[in-house]
């Protein structure tokens, strides 16, 4: 079993900035994918973005691209989420999430290829 914690939510003013910080642990999480999804209240979950923790390939949602960047520190089980010129339209619950599989190149961005979820962690924006 792999237990992905997120942190590092809360409340920005509209054009801030947060940074998420992800940590999962297991055998299998070094040749798998952790990516991060939100869910606003009310609407779908949608996926934000995606690291494969083999091979260093990054994936990014349209609504993110240029605003949001996944990478990894030092620690090898954990990723971050930087969010800048947060708009009030990222406030969500954000997921972290992790692939059983073993994922080759960019990795996936369907909610159902990930099969480890966080608890989540708040953002909200105010405008």
């Known amino acids: 079993q792999v237990q992905p914690v997120e942190s590092g939510g809360g409340l920005v003013q509209a054009g801030g900035s947060l940074r998420l910080s992800c940590a999962a642990s297991?055998?299998?999480?070094?040749?798998?994918?952790l990516g991060w999804f939100r869910q606003p209240p009310g609407k779908e979950r949608e996926f934000v973005a995606a690291?494969?923790?083999?091979?260093?390939?990054?994936s990014y949602g349209d609504p993110v691209k240029g605003r949001f960047t996944i990478s990894r520190p030092n620690a090898v089980n954990t990723v971050y989420l930087q969010m800048n010129y947060l708009r009030p339209e990222d406030t969500a619950v954000y997921y972290c999430?992790?692939?059983?599989?073993?994922?080759?190149?960019?990795?996936?961005?369907?909610?159902?290829?990930?099969?480890?979820w966080g608890q989540g962690t708040q953002v909200t924006v105010s405008s």
């Open positions: 297991g055998r299998t999480i070094s040749s798998s994918t």
């Open positions: 999430a992790a692939t059983r599989s073993i994922v080759i190149g960019a990795p996936p961005q369907g909610r159902y290829a990930y099969d480890y």
């Open positions: 690291i494969n923790l083999r091979g260093g390939s990054t």
